[in-house]
């Protein structure tokens, strides 16, 4: 038998927190895509949807999908600074002005 089999249940419930802290991840600190070391930064998909409009699951199948840009790098999706900001300015709404100026020259 194992020891987790003789403990009481009481004892259980006391390991079952310690475990559940080995699985907590540290974050590391990022830096803004804006900035010249976020440009060349990849960012997993977790962390780049802190700057677009997306889930961390939504960026990954629209990447899987090739509707948006991503670096593939060891079969990991991942986005560099440059390709978050290029992926905001897909999702930006232009002005009605600006459109129709474009349209006519």
Sequence with gaps: MSTKEMAPAGDLQEVAPERAMKKKTVERQVPYPGTPDGEVFHYSPEEAARFLPWSALQLKRKAYAREIPF???????????????????????????????????
Excluded at 79 to 91: A, C, K, V
């Design 71 to 105: 670096n593939d790098g060891g079969a990991r999706v991942t986005f560099t600074g440059f390709d978050i900001r290029e992926i905001s300015q897909m999702t930006a709404v232009r002005p009605l002005a600006e459109t129709v100026q474009r349209r006519s020259a």
